[in-house]
């Protein structure tokens, strides 16, 4: 098993910036992939960036590319998700998620077994 637990979350007005954060604990070794989705009202979980362990690879949603970069401290076990010019279409809950499989589609909820509780971004017009 695998715990996750995100913190950063709050409000800005647009065109600024936040970073989250997400521990993880546990079974650790398992994780191949983590990742961050986020979820606004009305509409369904979208994922916004993915990592592997070693930081090799990234990937992002258009929608996101070249305003947020995701990295991770292995040292820590923790993480990130830097968000620069941020817009209100960014308002949302952020989920970080872990998962032991990388499949075609990274941002496919099914790779993800692990989830954190959810942290509330709101930008502001």
């Known amino acids: 098993q695998v715990q996750l637990v995100e913190s950063g979350g709050g409000s800005v007005q647009s065109g600024g910036s936040l ?3 997400c521990a993880a604990s546990g079974a650790t070794s398992s994780i191949a992939i ?3 989705f986020r979820q606004a009202p009305g509409k369904q979980r979208e994922g916004v960036a993915a990592i592997t362990p070693a930081g090799s690879s ?3 949603a258009d929608s996101v590319k070249g305003r947020f970069t995701i990295s991770q401290d292995n040292a820590k076990n923790t993480a ?3 968000m620069n010019s941020l817009k209100p279409e960014d308002t949302g809950v952020y989920y970080c998620a872990a998962g032991p499989r990388i499949t075609y589609w990274v941002f496919d909820r099914g790779n993800y077994n692990y989830w ?3 942290t509330q971004v709101t930008v502001s017009s």
Do not use: A, H
Request: charged share 15%; aromatic share 26%; net charge positive.
């Open 19 to 21: 970073r989250l954060s």
């Open 80 to 82: 990130y998700l830097q």
């Open 34 to 36: 983590r990742g961050w």
């Open 116 to 118: 954190g509780q959810g």
């Open 58 to 60: 990234t990937w992002y």
